[in-house]
């Protein structure tokens, strides 16, 4: 087994909480009501994730250890964070949002893959919560964690395990085509259709942007937040920060974008720059109200941002850079790509993906002729996944 096979976990929380009956019932699938607490533990089990296995490697730490000791043993050996309180008493849940106790991520090595899961547990006793599920919900938000509830007396918690690692693998794997992110690239590099400008440099110079995508993607509060520590940077620091906004923050590039911004007071959550997020932010994008462009194919609305027509296709970045943003609303198209073709497009367009839809070579070969017409600028991984799937037929490549 390689070592990327390999996960190590480590439990978190206050006596009582659950965390070793959370463990125990997974391993051994069997509820065990006294514990000793104050022994340490370490355990090992595979488990089969998405037909691969992994060898779990879990520490379920002694409760109330020092932080110091925290730091020192724990932080930097971590893959997955179980971070564990029980519904039913407040001060374990505070535990976890006290500021010293929160500190501990701090200590995080950024180098190391990591995610964190929040891990209500003792639902089975709804009638003594003291937590609601809304306040576990709002605390996983605020620290870029995953939320659940469980029952270690009830639930059968392999389920749980498998949905751990299989949210750690969303959140830690470079999980967007690489066409996609150059597209996002030069997206921010063109300065098409930009309706707002940064001030940098201490407002000397500027920096355009597209708004209704950063606003997506941070929201209106941390949008304005940016603002203000862009304000003091020089013009090349403020250039990457926004860029890797744009595209998500790899982690090679980690180390650069932390040194520019440890200088800030301003805390804008990690969550929302790191590479792993921006696949969900693209797909909130393709399901929101927020779209500014309808295209009218075969009688009907389809609708878009202008800043992914712009990003994925030619067609539509020299029609816009043409027109006044204000001008164009509303499009007959006049291209004669099908309605169907256009559907399964707009999943494309936003995160890269098309995987329903194309299930033969006629439909492939409509679907390259209308990439061809849209002047896509890139197509390789599309080119790949078709020439797999259909065995290399030479009708299904677009050149």
Not at 62 to 68: D, H, K, L, N, S
Not at 134 to 139: C, N, S, V
Not at 227 to 249: D, H, M, R, S, W
């Amino acid at each position: 087994m390689n070592d990327n096979q390999k996960l190590k976990i480590t439990t978190m929380g206050k006596v009582g909480s659950g965390k070793s009956a959370t463990v125990l019932k997974f391993l051994r699938n069997r509820f065990i009501s006294y514990l000793d607490v104050s022994i340490e533990e370490s355990y090992q089990k595979q488990l089969k994730v998405n037909e691969k296995i992994y060898l779990l490697e879990i520490l379920d730490t002694v409760a109330g250890e020092r932080y110091e000791t925290f730091r020192s043993r724990y932080i930097k050996w971590t893959n997955i964070f179980l971070l564990v309180y029980s519904i039913i008493d407040q001060s374990s849940f505070q535990l976890l949002k006290d500021e010293e106790y929160k500190g501990i991520m701090k200590y995080l090595n950024e180098e190391q893959e990591y995610s964190i899961i929040v891990v209500g547990n003792k639902k089975d006793l709804e009638n003594e919560r003291q937590v609601t599920t809304k306040e576990g919900e709002e605390f996983a938000e605020e620290i870029g964690a995953y939320f659940v509830e469980i029952s270690a007396k009830t639930d059968d918690l392999v389920p749980l395990f498998d949905k751990i690692v299989t949210y750690h693998l969303e959140v830690t794997t470079d999980n967007l085509p690489q066409d996609l992110l150059e597209d996002l690239e030069n997206l921010f590099e063109k300065q098409i259709l930009i309706d707002y400008q940064f001030e940098v440099n201490n407002g000397n110079q500027k920096i355009g942007c597209h708004r209704i995508y950063l606003e997506q993607r941070l929201g209106e509060e941390h949008f304005e937040n940016l603002k203000q520590i862009l304000f003091e940077l020089p013009l090349q620091e403020a250039k990457f920060v926004l860029k890797n906004t744009y595209c998500g923050l790899s982690n090679s590039n980690y180390t650069q974008f932390n040194k520019i911004w440890k200088n800030s007071k301003i805390d804008i959550p990690k969550k929302l720059f790191r590479y792993k997020k921006l696949k969900n932010d693209l797909n909130e994008m393709l399901n929101s109200q927020t779209q500014d462009f309808c295209l009218i194919v075969e009688n009907e609305e389809i609708y878009f941002h202008k800043i992914f027509l712009i990003a994925r296709f030619g067609y539509f970045e020299k029609l816009f850079s043409k027109k006044q943003n204000q001008e164009i609303e509303k499009l007959t198209d006049q291209t004669g790509i099908s309605l169907k073709i256009w559907k399964i497009l707009r999943t494309y367009i936003y995160n890269g993906e098309i995987i329903e839809g194309i299930d033969d070579k006629k439909s492939c070969k409509e679907l390259f002729k209308a990439l061809k017409k849209l002047k896509v600028h890139s197509n390789f991984s599309l080119k790949d996944h078709f020439q797999k799937k259909f065995q290399t037929n030479k009708d299904c490549i677009l050149m």
